[in-house]
Nanobody, 117 residues
Framework: QVQLVESGGGLVQAGGSLRLSCAAS????????MSWYRQAPGKGRELVAS???????NVTDSVKGRFAISRDYAKNTVYLQMNSLKPEDTAVYYC???????????WGQGTQVTVSS
């Protein structure tokens, strides 16, 4: 069983930066993908960024150029560097790990990011 522990959320002014971390305990088989999702109040959960075990990255258009995803294999940790934050980035951010063979899907508890104008 894989457990995910997120950290790094908080309150920041517009234009500021935050770095989210998600540490995974337990063994994750390859291939896999580590991702960040977010859910704003009254909205559905959306994919923000993902990175595969082959280091292929994907970032949603609304944050492209401002957010970057990376992972440290030795620490089994995925990061989300968020720059030039906007009030519309306010949401609960969730870490997700998908292992493809056999399939498994793990979620973190979420971390709140609030951007004030």
């Amino acid at each position: 069983q894989v457990q995910l522990v997120e950290s790094g959320g908080g309150l920041v002014q517009a234009g500021g930066s935050l770095r989210l971390s998600c540490a995974a305990s337990g063994s994750i088989g390859r291939p896999n993908a580590m991702s960040w999702y977010r859910q704003a109040p009254g909205k559905g959960r959306e994919l923000v960024a993902s990175i595969t075990s082959g280091d292929r990255t994907n970032v949603t258009d609304s944050v492209k150029g401002r957010f970057a995803i990376s992972r440290d294999y030795a620490k089994n940790t995925v990061y989300l560097q968020m720059n030039s934050l906007k009030p519309e980035d306010t949401a609960v951010y969730y870490c997700n790990v998908k292992q493809f063979f056999p399939y498994a899907d793990y979620w973190g508890q979420g971390t709140q990011v609030t951007v004030s104008s």
